[in-house]
């Protein structure tokens, strides 16, 4: 830092001086913002002995480097992991050719309520930690060049302060920003583009000039537009006298303009140069583009001219391992799969996002829905924003507007989400001075918000009603089609879309009963998972294909934002029990592997040929009947198993009434029991007429080998999917994403270990613990996707989930090659090499190593199952000794707004008991539990491990209980072994009253 501020000292104009490197921290307390030991009373204090701190580098998250844990207040919808009180220190000199100029720190977001001092004195407060600020150091700073400066920010995370994980400490960038009294102020330049034709568009720059001298100044303000290749295009000069603050507007005329938009999306550059006494004091860039867009009530969503539907994502900021420290190479990473997926649009959930999310969105053409607040006054939780909302909210705007006006990729802008004020007076008047305050900065765009209040019609002269004519458009939450269309009949004057839609819930690689429109859960320990097959879904979700056929058929309706588009660490719907810490809501997880949603979207969003077989892997038991999806966006695809066809399944093509194609099969689908009368009832029903899926399905018995489809369009094959019956594990295979980066010691590249067998295919239930070695580099974190895991993100082991993990890891210093190792036990190691390029500036900070984090053993005897129904029904219920509690795979589901309640028993579970050594058993004594939700197994059968798998039992009798809670007594020929377990099968298989419930379990040995 003080290298860098020496080297720029010499120059005139703006110099900007990264603040990343040299920071010192302090944890003082992860479970509030209190100082129990007085110890950091005296942090903020430029003589304060800080020497004892951790070095760390921004963007830092401290959250994100601790275990999840239940102590510190944490809670399932932060993901488990602490806040607290944190310090940062950081000291520097300055050079004395700083002496006269203005210097002024900037952060881009701390999380959250931050104090910032300066050599001492107190300089400002940050509540909201999702947006940035600036705060004038010049009177308090040394520029002598010997004479240290420290900056310290005290940063208070006191949970709950969000419904999501949100990180903890500096988290976005920190800079100093150094100009000459004559400079181009904060966010200084707003640029417009009214007026666009093939031939010529018009550019109308405002510019801010703030004169800090003391002396008023003739400034000249010029104004250069570059074109996407860096040439000159435009010039405009003009001379103002500047007392203290002055606005200047330039209108220039690009000819030929070349236009940002989703397939191409093209950057201009306003350069704009200020001069005083002909000698240049200041030069500031912004990035913008060329493009038009309308929403229309009737006609949807125009991009340059263009229909366009939304195809969008809604996106939680945190980055999986790294937490919510920013890194815009794994920003990149993320949009780029969202970009894979046929994703167009991108809403900031639910805050304004990072400089470097904008800037990746402008790159890869997503436009940009940025929103303000999850919560106005009224609180979401005990900490969060709504205490600050009063005092601060103004302010906020005002800088969501400023850091984003002028990207392209911006269309709307959100005063909130699901804001309790909607549906009060109150919410009227705060809803007009933030309206008020968006247009202030910015009159270019639509103005929304997003709405769960808005199910239905609401009634006439209600706030939620009156509200309503305040906006540009409306956002809703997971409503009905015929919600929706009720809506777009009594609002003519609102474009709608779904700013929320689905939040169906899955684990990648997990499948649960297809034949049910909406599952169970499984609270098994370990087993936590959710079905893939589109139908898990709660109260208030539907599913994906239900979200996207309500949104295609309505020409009018602009579009969906997917929730959500990738996993978040945080609210682990349907589950709230430590460890389940992230959520089941995205359709790629949070190590960046794709689920099957992924493809459904897929399927619907991209024109280039796909099909995608649902299970993802083709490893069974042998009598099984599987149920086997394709999602294809082609009209013919044919299953093969072994060679052998076993059929070929067709979408019709069919028209939604304004005349659109799409493929769709013709059949009734139960998924939306509002729909009473026509062809179809209990069925969503397209306007058109028609209901139908957005898969094709085969029932496949089950037989190892090679399962193949081929999609046709007009009969020639262009795309096929194969999954292949994996065998043993037998290696690791790392693949880095890409093949070269920076030396900077900042960079990342992300590296995919797979187990696999002897001929690489992945192996799907392999959960070995991978360690991690880095040569040319660090680890900067670990992940699997599992939702279900108390390991750190931050370590050097993790365990495979489904076959797959994921490394993240940070360049050094030094151009070569970076070397990743990955190795587990009884597998073959594999090393991924990526070459690294020399780097203009490089971290200085040394990069923290990282520590195995080994699995906790379990405790003995320890008592699994297949499925747990509720989370109060936990397999070591059966070995407590007491009848009140117990094993149960019972489940219900509540109704949905589509769906009737459900409630039936599985077919056929099983529970065990592993006493972690050998024994000999010849007996096994069950309580099972009698009701109206419970009944006796149809049948028991005993299985015994023997080293390497279970055997069935000889010479098995049962002497069935006649009473509730009796126990039931198998008895069987002795036999030795660490595991017992016990397959039920139920007498009313899919019927409430045959579930089974087990209150003891007992297996004596002999």
Request: include cysteine; proline fraction near 6%; charged fraction near 20%.
């Amino acid at each position: 830092m003080a290298r860098a501020a020496e080297a720029a000292g010499g120059a005139s104009g703006r110099r900007t001086v990264a603040l990343r490197d040299g920071w010192r921290f302090a944890l003082v307390n992860p479970g509030g913002i209190t100082d129990p030991t007085g110890e950091y009373a005296d942090a903020a204090g430029p003589g304060y002995d800080d020497s004892g701190w951790r070095e760390v580098a921004v963007p830092h998250d401290w959250s994100i480097e601790l275990a999840p844990t239940t102590q510190n207040g944490t809670t399932s919808g932060t993901g488990f992991f602490p806040g607290g009180l944190g310090w940062y220190r950081l000291a520097f000199t300055l050079p004395p050719a700083f002496a006269g100029r203005r210097i002024s720190v900037e952060f881009d977001g701390v999380y959250m309520d931050s104090y910032i001092y300066c050599n001492g004195t107190e300089v400002g407060r940050h509540p909201y930690g999702y947006t940035g600020f600036a705060l004038d150091l010049t009177d308090l700073l040394h520029t002598d060049g010997t004479t240290e400066n420290v900056i310290a920010v005290k940063v208070q995370n006191r949970l709950p302060s969000s419904r999501w994980y949100s990180g903890s400490g500096i988290y976005r960038e920190a800079r100093l920003v150094v100009t000459e009294p004559v400079h181009v102020a904060r966010w200084g330049t707003y640029v417009t583009t009214p007026d666009i034709t093939d031939e010529q568009a018009l550019v109308r720059v405002r510019t801010s000039v703030v004169n800090e001298s003391g002396a008023a100044s003739q400034v000249e303000i010029r104004s250069t537009v570059k074109d996407p290749r860096g040439r000159t295009v435009a010039r405009a000069a003009t001379t103002v006298a500047v007392g203290g603050q002055a606005a200047e507007i330039h209108e220039l005329a690009v000819a030929k303009p070349q236009l940002w938009d989703i397939e191409s999306p093209r950057c201009y550059t306003l350069e704009t140069e200020l001069r005083v006494d002909g000698r240049a004091v200041d030069t500031y860039r912004t990035p913008f583009g060329f493009r038009t867009f309308r929403f229309d009530p009737d006609e949807g969503f125009h991009l340059n001219g263009t229909y366009h539907k939304i195809k969008g994502v809604d996106l939680h900021h945190d980055l999986g391992a790294l937490g919510a420290a920013v890194s815009i190479d794994a920003i990149r990473r993320q949009m780029t799969i969202m970009k894979s997926m046929g994703v167009n649009a991108f809403r900031t959930s639910h805050n304004p996002p990072s400089p470097e999310m904008i800037q990746v969105c402008e790159e890869l053409g997503i436009v940009m829905m940025v929103e303000a607040f999850d919560c106005w006054k009224s609180p979401k939780t005990r900490y969060d924003y709504g205490r600050f909302f009063d005092e601060w909210s103004d302010r906020d705007i005002a800088e969501m507007v400023l850091a984003a006006r002028n990207s392209p990729a911006v269309l709307m802008w959100s005063i909130g989400n699901e804001i309790s004020e909607f549906t009060s007076t109150a919410g009227l008047t705060i809803a007009d001075r933030l309206i008020a305050g968006i247009k202030a900065y910015d009159d270019t765009r639509p103005i929304v918000i997003g709405s769960h209040r808005h199910r239905s019609v609401p009634a006439e002269g209600t706030p939620a009603d009156l509200i309503l004519a305040k906006l540009d458009g409306l956002g809703l939450n997971y409503n009905t089609a015929k919600s929706v269309d009720a809506l777009h009949a009594r609002y003519p004057h609102l474009f709608l879309f779904e700013s929320e839609s689905s939040s169906e819930t899955s684990t990648r690689g997990a499948y649960q009963e297809p034949e049910h429109l909406n599952t169970g859960e499984n609270y098994t320990p370990g087993r936590r998972a959710t079905s893939s097959y589109d139908n898990n879904l709660a109260s208030w979700t539907m599913s994906g294909e239900y979200g996207h056929k309500k949104d295609r058929d309505r020409k009018w309706f602009a579009g969906e934002f997917l929730w959500s588009g990738i996993d978040y660490i945080g609210e682990p719907t349907p589950y709230d029990v430590f460890p389940v810490k992230a959520s089941f809501f995205g359709a790629v997880d949070t190590a960046g592997f794709p689920k099957d949603m992924y493809y459904l979207f897929q399927s619907q969003w991209v024109g280039e040929p796909m099909v995608h077989l649902l299970p993802m892997t083709w490893n069974h038991e042998e009598g099984d009947t599987v149920e086997v999806w394709a999602y294809a966006n082609v009209d013919t695809v044919e299953l093969f198993l072994n060679g052998t066809s076993l059929g070929v399944r067709t979408f019709d093509t069919k028209k939604t009434t304004d005349g659109r194609e799409y493929l769709e099969t013709t059949e009734a689908t139960g998924d939306d029991k509002t729909f009473t009368d026509g062809p179809y009832p209990g069925s969503y029903t397209s306007p058109n007429g028609s209901a139908g899926k957005l898969h094709l399905t085969w029932k496949v018995p089950y037989a190892p080998g090679e399962l193949k489809a081929v999609a046709r369009s007009d009969g020639k094959a262009v795309a096929t999917d194969v999954l292949r019956t994996a065998g043993k594990p037998h290696a690791v295979r790392l693949t880095a994403d890409r093949k070269s980066l920076a030396a900077d010691g900042r960079s990342l590249v992300f590296v995919t270990a797979d187990v696999v067998d002897a001929r690489g295919v992945v192996v799907p239930d392999a959960e070995h613990l991978i360690s991690f070695e880095v040569d040319g580099g660090s680890l900067a974190g670990l992940d699997n996707g599992r939702e279900e895991s108390a390991e750190r993100y931050q370590a050097g082991t993790r365990t495979a989930f489904h076959g797959k993990a994921l490394a993240i890891v940070r360049s050094g210093t030094e151009p070569g090659t970076l070397k990743v190792t990955a190795r587990a036990q009884g597998l073959r190691a594999d090393t991924a090499t990526v070459r690294t390029t020399p780097a203009r500036s490089a971290a200085t900070t040394p990069a923290a190593g990282f520590e195995p984090d080994y699995p906790v053993p379990p405790n003995y005897p320890y008592a699994d199952s297949s499925y747990s129904g509720r989370p109060d029904t936990l397999p070591a219920a059966m070995l407590d000794g007491d009848a009140a509690t117990g094993w149960s795979n019972a489940f219900s589901k509540a109704a949905t707004a589509l769906l009737p309640a459900f409630n039936g028993a599985r077919a056929e579970d099983w529970v065990s008991v592993d006493f972690g050594r050998t024994r000999t058993f010849d007996r096994a004594e069950v309580s099972f539990t009698l009701s109206a939700t419970h009944s006796l197994p149809a049948s028991v059968a005993v299985e015994v491990w023997d080293g390497e798998r279970y055997v069935p039992v000889e010479g098995a009798a049962v002497d069935w209980a006649t009473a509730s809670d009796e126990p039931t007594v198998i008895t069987f020929t002795a036999v030795s072994g660490s595991r017992v377990r016990l397959t039920l099968t139920s007498t009313h298989p899919g019927e409430t009253g045959g579930a089974i419930r087990i209150s003891k379990l007992e297996v004596p040995a002999t």
